[in-house]
């Protein structure tokens, strides 16, 4: 299992700056002192999509969001993808100002539960008074990569690694995992680490110690979105579907030390009776 980095959806951000005078119900300016003018920008988001995108055939929608985790400012849309090799404009209106990120989660069904199939985030930006600025993002497909050894010997414990290619803000990754010796995962695997970055989720498992030569320990991965802050990306009543099982399960087999087994039939007065042993 592993994930791969492809120019996927691309946002263009231009942003173009304008005077709003801001009034509340008495006629004055809201938070500017002296009745000065506030500055604001608009920007701009083109929402394209390559005709070889790696993204899923079954995306067919998008929370856009432009927000600023310095000072709060916090704006995001619903939209549509377009087709392979056409564009749509997304506007959105924010104070001029540095810090500014945009990001996209593409998603499926066209319902109210929204599937999240990957996620891209700009580097931050200033929105300054006459410039424009122009930001592409690198979309991903949602992958996990795994570490695991590719064998334990009876007893032995070592741990299993997981990366998820994407930690969004404010609607944080969480990974668990179940194992057996069954082909059916039912037991969860002691996490015991979890060295998230900003990019990334990461999750370590403990696994074996308890399986026998021949046993093998079948492992399965699921993905859970922490109900952190949601209400940052969706827009209206749609939901993030929490859950997600990844289809790649994998097994450690139980191989035991290496060296030959020689199997000893004795006879004593309650019949016969068979042994192992290993000879290194």
Request: charge should be negative.
């Amino acid at each position: 299992m592993r994930f791969r980095s492809a120019f996927l959806l691309l946002l263009l951000t231009t942003a173009a700056t304008a005077l709003i005078v801001g009034c509340d119900s008495a006629g004055t300016t809201g938070e500017q002192p002296g009745d000065e003018p506030t500055e604001n920008g608009s920007v701009n988001v083109a929402l394209a999509r390559s005709v070889n995108s790696d993204v899923p055939s079954n995306a067919d929608s998008a929370f856009v969001r432009l927000w600023n985790p310095e000072t709060g400012f916090n704006s995001k849309k619903y939209v549509n993808i377009p087709d392979p090799g056409g564009q749509t404009q997304i506007p959105f209106s924010a104070p001029a100002e540095g810090g500014y990120r945009t990001g996209i989660i593409p998603s499926t069904p066209a319902d109210v539960t929204k599937k999240v199939l990957g996620y891209g985030e700009s580097s931050p930006f200033t929105i300054v008074g006459g410039d424009t600025a122009r930001m592409s993002v690198d979309v991903r497909p949602e992958k996990l990569m795994v570490q695991a050894p590719s064998s334990l010997d009876p007893g032995e414990t070592d741990t299993v690694t997981a990366v998820l290619n994407m930690n969004p803000p404010d609607i944080p990754m969480r990974l668990e995992a179940n194992h057996d010796s069954t082909d059916n995962p039912l037991e969860d695997a002691a996490a015991i680490g979890a060295p998230d970055t900003d990019s990334t989720t990461v999750q370590r498992f403990l696994v074996g110690d308890s399986l026998a030569t021949g046993d093998s320990l079948y492992f399965e991965i699921n993905r859970y979105i922490e109900p952190n802050n949601p209400d940052a990306w969706v827009v209206g009543r749609r939901l993030l579907d929490y859950y997600k099982p990844f289809p790649d399960d994998f097994t450690i087999p139980i191989e035991g030390n290496e060296g030959t087994v020689i199997i000893v039939f004795t006879r004593g007065k309650d019949g016969w009776k068979k042994t192992r042993r290993l000879v290194e």
